[in-house]
C-alpha cells in the first residue's frame, strides 16, 4: 500500500526541519544529544571550538586537565546568565584561570575577499533538534529548537490547521504548559520562542506564564494582517528567509539585543527612584524587512538616494531608525573596501524621541565614541563633525541655530535619518539641511562645475556664482541619502522622497516601504480610534439687542456671529459640563483601564484653551470632584501662561500628567503630534479638523496598553463624514497621483514680470547685494522702488493678482528646486527678491462691512444635541493631489443684508425650537436689574473677592426669581428641578451683574 501525504502536526514539523537541513544546511541531531541539564549540545559545541581555535582549547586542556569541557560549559553558562546569549555570542567568554579568550561564534565579514574571517564564519554549526525534552522535572518537550554551535537559540511550537489546531493553541501551550522557571526559558538564554501554524507566525521574547506578551512576525496581506496566499504554506518565509545562515547571523549582530529600561517612580516618601529591568529584542517582520531592503539599496545605488518609509504609528519606529543608523555606519560598498556613508545624522522633531532614539543607538552600537548627541548647540556638532563622529542625533528645532554656526564642512558622504519626515523637512528646513551640508565654499570648484551665465566672468567668485551655488545646494544633495519615516505622508512629502512608478499614463509617487495604519490596527499595536465615534451639533438663537437695523456684510457676519457664540462663556461652559459628567459617567464609573483612563480636549486656539481651563476647574470644583485639568499651548494670552494656570514648569506637563489626580489634557496645537501617552483614552474635539493634522490628532488615542480595551471620540465640530474623508488616503498605501508641473514655475514667473512691477535689472541688483551683505538701507530703496508701481500703476483687481501670484511663486520654488535642477540662476535670483518685496506689498485690508456686529446682538439660548454615534469603517482612499500651483487673486463684493436678517439667517440655519431651560439667558435679562439694584450685591462687588460675590448674587438670584413664581411657573419650575440650569442660571446672572456694576463704576 503506498504511502499518502503526512498531514498531521510531525508532518509539518518533518516538512520544516528537511528545509533546514537539505537547503538551510543544518546538522540534524536527536534529543538525546542535548544535556537539559546545562542547556547544551555539549558534543558540537567542541567540534566548533576544535576546529575554529585549537591553540586556546588545547591551553585550557593543558590547565583544567579533564574537567576542561566542564569548565568551559560553566564559564559560558555564568556569562548568559549575567549577559544573555546575544551577548555571549557576539563576544564570547574568557577563561580566568588561564585568560583564554574563546569565541562561540563568527560573524560574516563585510566583503567576500576576506577568506580567512569568511572561512571561520562558514565554520559556524547552525544545528536542529526535533522534539527537544528540555526539562529536569517531567517529560515535556518542544517540538523544534535550532542551536548554532551547541548553544539554544529558537524555540518552536507548531500547529497543523487539518488536525484542527491553529497558533492561537501553540500560543497558549507556551503560556500554560511550559515553565518560565526552567532554566532554558531563563531571559535571554534563548533568543525568541515562534509559535507557527501554515497562516501565521507569532513571536515572544520572554515566556512569563499567563502574561507573555506574543507579537505578531506575519509579513501581511493585502495591507493588513496575517499573510497573503503563495502558492504553498503561507508562512514558508519563517524557514525559507529567516531561518537561513545569513539572515539569523544578521539578526543576531544587528538586531536582536537584551537592554536594560529605566523607569521613574516615586516611592511612598515622594522620592524619585529609578526601576531598572531587563528587555529582549527581536525585530518584527515589517522592521527587518524594510531596514535590510534599505541597507541592500543603499550598497547597491551608494548616495545621492531618497528614501521613504511609511510606517504607522505602532510600527517601533524608534528601534527601526537605531537599527538603520548604525547599520549604515558600516555600511560598505560591494568590494568591502570602504564605507558608503562618513557620517549619519539622525534629525527628529520630537524632543522625548531624541532621547529615545539616542539611548537605542547606544544600547546597538558596539564600539564607544561612535555616537554623538547634540544636546548643546551648534558648536558641540561642529566638533563631533570635525572629529569624524559616525553618529549624529539632533532635533529639529535645534538644527536651524546649528546651521548658522557650521561654516565649512568636508565633503563627506552622509545618510539622513528624519523622523516624520513631513514636518520635518518642509521647505526651508531642508534648504538649511542642504546648505550646511554642501561644500558651496570650494571657490574652484563653484567656477568649473557651474555654467557662468554672466557675461562678466572674472577670476573673482561673484554674486552670480553664489546664486548657481545655493541653487546646487538647496536641491537634495548628491552626497547624501534621505532616508524619511512618516505615518502620514504629505503631498510634498511624497514628491520629494517617493519612489516614481508609471500608472494610467501619469508619474505617481509612493512610498519605498510600507507598513499601513491597516496592519497596526489588525495586528493590535495600535487602536482604531474610529469605532466610537461621537458628534455633537450645537444649536443656538441669538437676540438683536438695538432698535436700529443696520446693514453689514452677510458672509463675514455670519462668521463672527458663529465664533461668537461658540466662544461664548456659556457656550464653553455649557460644553464643559457635558465632557467633565461624560467622563466621569462613561470612563471613571465603568472603570476604563483600571481607573487610569485620562481624556484630550483639543480646542481651536489659545485663548479658548484658557477659557476651557478656568471652566474645567470651576465645574470640577463645584462639584467636589478630585480630579483635576492640565492645560498645554505656547506663549501668554492676557498674560496667562501654562506654568500660572497649571501651577508648574512648562516641561513637566509630560510628567506631572502622569499623575492619577489628573485626568484632562486641554490642548492648542502643542501636544497634538508626537505626544505619546497610552493612557489617553477618551478625546473632546472642538475644533475643524482635516487632512494629515485630523489624523494625527486622533491618534494620540490609538497607543496600545494592556487595559485599553477601547476608546471614544466625541467631537462637537466635525462631521464623522469629515473624519472618514480625513483619515482615507492614509489608511493604507498613500500615493500621489500626479506629480508637480515644474512649467508652472516659468508660466508664473512670466505672468509676474509682464506686471513691470519689477526689472530684471532691479533683481539682479537686489539678489547681488543681500548676497554681498550690504547694509539694509540699501535693500529697502530697491524694494520700496517697486512697491510704488505695485501701488500707483495696478488696479485693485490686478494687485491682489500679482500678491497672489508673488506668494505662489516663493512656496512653490522652495519646493520644485529641491527636487529639479534648475540651470537658469534668474529664477533663484526672482525668489530672493519676490521672498522679501512680498512684505512690501502688505495684504490690501479690504473694508469690513461687518465692523460691529457683536455690539448689537446677544445670547438668546444655545444648547448641544447628540448627533450620533458611528463606526466609521475605513478602506483604501483616493490618491492625493500634487500642490496647488494655480492661484489667483482677486476681490468679491461683500453681500450686504441688515442685522435682522442676518439674526434671522443665522437662528434658521442653527437654531431649533428651544425648551424652558434654554432660555436662560432670556429670562436672566428681566430679572437681572433686580440683582443688580440690591445694596448687599454692589456692595459684595465692590468689597468682596469674586468667589464670595457669587455666593451673594445667586442667594439675591434665588429671591428675586421667586417674585417671577406666578408670571412664569414654567421657568421657575425648571430651573429649581434641574441643577444644570441652576447652575447656568446664577452664572449668567452673576455675570450680567457684574457687566452693569463694571460699566457703572
Known amino acids: 500500500m503506498s504511502k499518502t501525504t503526512n498531514t498531521k502536526e510531525n508532518g509539518f514539523e518533518k516538512h520544516i526541519v528537511d528545509h533546514l537541513i537539505n537547503t538551510n544546511g543544518y546538522v540534524l541531531r536527536i534529543s538525546q544529544d542535548y544535556d537539559n541539564v546545562n542547556c547544551v549540545d555539549s558534543e558540537l559545541l567542541f567540534q566548533f571550538l576544535d576546529a575554529t581555535q585549537p591553540k586556546a582549547v588545547e591551553k585550557l586542556k593543558r590547565y583544567h586537565k579533564e574537567l576542561y569541557q566542564q569548565k568551559i560549559i560553566k564559564r559560558i553558562n555564568d556569562q548568559i546568565k549575567l549577559k544573555g546569549v546575544i551577548e555571549v555570542l557576539r563576544k564570547g567568554v574568557t577563561d580566568g584561570f588561564t585568560d583564554t579568550k574563546v569565541h562561540l561564534f563568527y560573524d560574516k565579514p563585510v566583503s567576500n575577499y576576506n577568506t580567512k574571517n569568511n572561512k571561520l564564519y562558514q565554520a559556524n554549526i547552525f544545528s536542529v533538534i526535533r522534539q527537544v525534552y528540555y526539562s529536569t522535572k517531567n517529560k515535556n518537550s518542544l517540538d523544534v529548537v535550532n542551536f548554532i554551535n551547541g548553544l539554544p537559540i529558537i524555540s518552536f511550537e507548531l ?15 507556551y503560556k500554560t504548559d511550559r515553565d518560565p522557571n526552567e532554566e532554558l526559558f531563563r531571559l535571554g538564554r534563548m533568543v525568541v520562542n515562534f509559535a507557527v501554524d501554515t497562516e501565521e507566525v507569532w513571536m515572544c521574547t520572554q515566556l ?46 544587528n538586531y536582536a539585543k537584551l537592554i536594560t529600561e529605566e523607569k521613574e517612580y516615586k516611592d511612598a516618601k515622594g522620592k524619585k527612584k529609578i526601576k531598572k529591568s531587563k528587555k529582549l529584542i527581536f525585530p518584527r517582520f515589517h522592521q527587518l524587512n524594510a531596514v535590510s531592503r534599505l541597507l541592500v539599496d543603499a550598497q547597491e545605488k551608494g548616495a545621492g538616494q531618497k528614501y521613504l518609509i511609511q510606517h504607522s504609528a505602532g510600527s517601533g519606529k524608534s528601534n527601526s531608525i537605531s537599527w538603520l543608523a548604525h547599520q549604515l555606519v558600516g555600511l560598505h560598498d560591494k568590494s568591502g573596501s570602504k564605507t558608503i556613508f562618513d557620517t549619519v545624522i539622525v534629525i527628529t522633531d520630537r524632543r522625548v524621541l531624541d532621547k529615545q532614539i539616542r539611548e537605542n543607538i547606544k544600547q546597538y552600537q558596539q564600539v564607544k565614541g561612535v555616537v554623538q548627541a547634540i544636546t548643546e548647540g551648534s558648536k558641540q556638532l561642529k566638533t563631533a563633525l570635525e572629529e569624524g563622529k559616525k553618529i549624529i542625533i539632533t532635533t529639529i528645532q535645534k538644527f536651524p541655530h546649528i546651521v548658522e554656526d557650521i561654516g565649512d564642512l568636508p565633503s563627506n558622504n552622509f545618510g539622513i535619518i528624519i523622523d516624520e519626515a513631513h514636518s520635518s523637512l518642509s521647505g526651508q528646513m531642508a534648504r538649511k539641511l542642504n546648505e550646511t551640508l554642501a561644500n558651496v565654499s570650494d571657490e574652484e570648484q563653484l567656477q568649473s562645475d557651474l555654467e557662468d551665465y554672466d557675461e562678466k566672468e572674472d577670476d573673482e567668485v561673484t554674486g552670480e556664482d553664489f546664486i548657481r551655488a545655493m541653487v546646487k545646494a538647496r536641491k537634495l544633495l548628491p552626497n547624501a541619502s534621505y532616508f524619511a519615516f512618516t505615518a502620514t505622508p504629505k503631498n510634498k512629502t511624497l514628491e520629494l522622497f517617493g519612489e516614481p512608478f508609471e500608472q494610467d499614463g501619469k508619474t505617481k509617487y509612493r512610498a519605498f516601504h510600507l507598513y499601513s495604519m491597516k496592519q497596526a490596527i489588525e495586528e493590535g499595536f495600535i487602536k482604531d480610534v474610529l469605532l466610537n465615534y461621537t458628534t455633537y451639533q450645537s444649536f443656538y438663537a441669538l437676540l438683536k439687542k438695538i432698535e436700529d437695523d443696520p446693514e453689514y456684510d452677510k458672509k463675514k457676519a455670519q462668521k463672527k456671529l458663529k465664533a461668537y457664540v461658540e466662544g461664548h462663556d456659556h457656550a464653553i461652559k455649557k460644553k464643559t459640563v457635558l465632557m467633565i459628567n461624560h467622563f466621569i459617567d462613561n470612563v471613571v464609573k465603568k472603570k476604563k483601564m483600571g481607573n487610569k483612563a485620562k481624556a484630550m480636549m483639543v480646542t481651536s486656539s489659545r485663548a479658548k484653551a484658557v477659557q476651557y481651563k478656568h471652566a474645567f476647574d470651576n465645574y470640577l470644583k463645584s462639584i467636589n470632584s478630585p480630579y483635576k485639568a492640565v492645560v498645554g499651548f505656547s506663549g501668554e494670552i492676557d498674560g496667562e501662561t501654562e506654568s500660572s494656570l497649571n501651577g508648574f514648569p512648562s516641561g513637566n506637563i509630560p510628567e506631572e500628567f502622569e499623575k492619577d489626580e489628573y485626568k484632562f489634557l486641554l490642548v492648542a496645537n502643542k501636544f ?26 486622533l491618534s494620540r488615542l490609538n497607543r496600545s496598553h494592556q487595559l485599553k480595551t477601547d476608546t471614544f471620540v466625541l467631537d462637537f465640530a466635525n462631521s464623522s ?114 521672498n522679501h518685496l512680498q512684505n512690501k506689498l502688505g495684504t490690501e485690508a479690504e473694508p469690513d462691512f461687518s465692523q460691529g456686529v457683536l455690539d448689537n446682538i446677544d445670547m438668546d439660548s444655545y444648547r448641544l444635541q447628540l448627533e450620533a454615534t458611528t463606526n466609521i469603517a475605513m478602506e483604501q482612499g483616493e490618491d492625493l493631489l500634487p500642490i496647488p500651483t494655480e492661484m489667483r487673486g482677486g476681490t468679491t463684493d461683500p453681500e450686504i443684508d ?96 457684574k457687566e452693569i456694576a463694571r460699566k457703572s463704576l
Not at 220 to 247: F, Q, R, S, V
Not at 748 to 777: G, H, M, P, W
Not at 966 to 989: G, L, Q, R
Open 159 to 173: 500547529k497543523n490547521e487539518l488536525t484542527n489546531q491553529n497558533v492561537k493553541h501553540a500560543i497558549k501551550q
Open 721 to 834: 463624514e469629515d473624519i472618514e474623508k480625513a483619515f482615507k488616503p492614509y489608511f493604507e498605501n498613500t500615493i500621489l497621483g500626479e506629480a508637480t508641473d515644474p512649467n508652472k514655475l516659468f508660466d508664473l514667473q512670466d505672468a509676474l514680470d509682464n506686471y513691470q512691477v519689477y526689472s530684471r535689472e532691479q533683481v539682479e541688483e537686489f539678489s547681488n547685494k543681500i548676497l554681498a551683505n550690504v547694509t539694509v538701507d540699501q535693500l529697502h530703496d530697491i524694494l520700496d522702488q517697486s512697491s510704488a508701481v505695485f501701488r500707483e500703476d495696478l488696479e485693485e483687481e490686478q494687485q491682489a493678482d500679482f500678491r497672489a501670484k508673488v506668494k505662489t511663486y516663493v512656496r512653490l520654488y522652495i519646493f520644485l528646486s529641491q527636487i529639479v535642477d534648475f540651470e537658469n540662476a534668474y529664477l533663484e535670483r526672482l525668489y530672493i527678491f519676490l
Open 208 to 253: 512569563k506564564g499567563d502574561s507573555s506578551y506574543f507579537l505578531p512576525f506575519n509579513k501581511g496581506n493585502n495591507n493588513g494582517a496575517g499573510n497573503e496566499p503563495n502558492g504553498g504554506i503561507k508562512t514558508d518565509y519563517l524557514w525559507k528567509e529567516i531561518l537561513t545562515k545569513e539572515t539569523l547571523t544578521d539578526i543576531l549582530q
Open 672 to 697: 497634538q503630534t508626537g505626544f505619546d501617552q497610552p493612557l489617553l483614552h477618551t478625546m473632546y474635539v472642538d475644533k475643524k479638523l482635516g487632512g494629515v493634522n485630523a489624523v494625527q490628532t
Open 898 to 993: 441688515q442685522l435682522s436678517n442676518i439674526i434671522q439667517t443665522f437662528n434658521d440655519r442653527y437654531g431649533t425650537e428651544f425648551e424652558d431651560a434654554d432660555k436662560v439667558r432670556q429670562m436672566a435679562e428681566s430679572i437681572v436689574n433686580g440683582v443688580a439694584k440690591n445694596k448687599d450685591m454692589l456692595n459684595s462687588i465692590e468689597h468682596s473677592d469674586e468667589q464670595n460675590a457669587r455666593i451673594t448674587s445667586d442667594k439675591i438670584a434665588q429671591d428675586e426669581l421667586l417674585k417671577h413664581v406666578t408670571t412664569n411657573f414654567d421657568f421657575y419650575k425648571v430651573i429649581n428641578d434641574n441643577p444644570e440650569a441652576k447652575e447656568e442660571f446664577n452664572s449668567m446672572v452673576f455675570n450680567m451683574v
